[in-house]
């Protein structure tokens, strides 16, 4: 077995693992908290309709949910799929899935923060945005930075789910070498490669975190 | 004692003010004047109501009918009963300016620093220029006893320190009125005489203030006046001494024995 190419096949696929997870995060977190203000919204509709969309993300497989949004506009609509709506499909279910999780940790962090920092703010004349940046946001973000953190660490592992779409991730191609030639070495190796990542990941998010220690 | 000016406009006046929640109605057609450099304390139990007259003037909650004005600018008023007319979201703007609140709970925003959290409301809101406001801010802190301490957060301060702070907060945009929410109740107490001696000592300086308290000693001590409320409506008011040494509601001397007897 020519382990070389091995690990550069490898890399090659954690390169695709990474993409899908920096993209699922660039669009999940602001994402999340669009949903998690239209979850705590006054509107009922608004309100009800966030609320049915988070319960059905968090509530079916997200490898279905993945499925859905690469072979739905081809039963739909007959849209030829092609290999650039592969990846796309990939992007937006992780994105969308992603986003409801989010919204609920969100929506727990704000809901935390006590009513006196919006009644000093308001008695001190800041406006309802000046607020909710300034005062509200900066105190959410050191709330929930460990679920955060809980949730990017399972977003590193479940990249690998994007194999059920043939996109050729890590994964997936430790499991083709695996398969072919009746070894474990691969997983094995995938499997520290996904360790490393996420030891990575946690140590940066660990550092944030002791960053925002300067207050409690 | 002070001497009231009453020909100038009253810096807070109160007319027929009421308030429900729902069916519940937790204010009577309160009125009350507080003239410029009057001390005003409000006493009552618990459920009488003092904190939602407060919050009702501080915009933190809404009348239901009456009339609410600070000096000339009127906020709320009723043509008829039952009605209320708010003013424009602009003159509510200016008139936050013209009072500060200081909270039970001091609510310091917790991110900021102690010297942020008193400049950054004059700065980022009324746009005042930042040097002034931090000249401004450091001569309050010298005043609270907290020179040192403006690189401070809020979590590094005992209580009573934390609410000189936010004494000082509720200072900075120099108010012409400034209430105060049971200042003390949220301390230990051995912290509430630090706080005391502060209020005493803006007293001494003529501020403006309607203090709500359960500090009957303290209310006789430092008030012009003195407010008993009970069940929505004030039982009774008058000179501190008179109102607290010689009440003359039956209401007010139950209440009183009863502070007497903790």
Known sequence: MNYGRMLLQLLEGLSYSI??????????????????????????????????????????????????????????????????????????GFSVNYAAYFAEIYRAGIEAIPLGQYEAAQVLGYSRTQTFFKIIVPQVVKRILPPVTNEVITLVKDTSLAFTLTIPEMFSVARQWSSARTTMIPLIAAGVFYYVFNFLVAMLMERFEKYLNYYR | MTQLNLNKAPVLHIEHLSKSFDNLTVLKDISLDVHQGEVVSIIGPSGSGKSTLLRCC?????????????????????????????????????????????????????????????????????????NEVIHDAELLLQKMGLADRGDYYPFQLSGGQQQRVSIARALINNPEILFFDEPTSALDPELTGEILKVIRDLAAEHMTMVIVTHEIEFARNVSDRVIFMAEGVIVEQGPANDVILHPTQERTRTFLANMRNK
């Open chain 1, 19 to 92: 993409s899908i997870f920096c993209w699922t995060l660039f669009f999940s977190l602001p994402l999340g908290l669009l949903v998690a203000l239209c979850r705590m919204s006054k509107f009922t509709v608004l309100k009800q309709l966030a609320r049915f969309c988070i319960s059905v993300l968090r509530g079916t497989p997200l490898m279905l949910q993945l499925f859905l949004v690469f072979y739905g506009p081809y039963y739909i609509f007959k849209m030829p799929l092609t290999d650039t709506y592969r990846f796309l499909a990939v992007i937006i």
């Open chain 2, 58 to 130: 501080t915009l933190l909650e809404t009348m239901t009918s009456g009339m609410l004005a600070f000096g000339d600018t009127i906020v709320c008023q009723s043509a008829a009963r039952d009605t209320k007319q708010y003013a424009s979201p602009e003159t509510l703007r200016l008139v936050r300016q013209k009072f500060g609140l200081v909270f039970q709970n001091f609510n310091l925003f917790p991110h900021w620093s102690v010297m942020k959290n008193i400049i950054d409301a004059p700065i980022s809101v009324q746009k005042r220029d930042k």
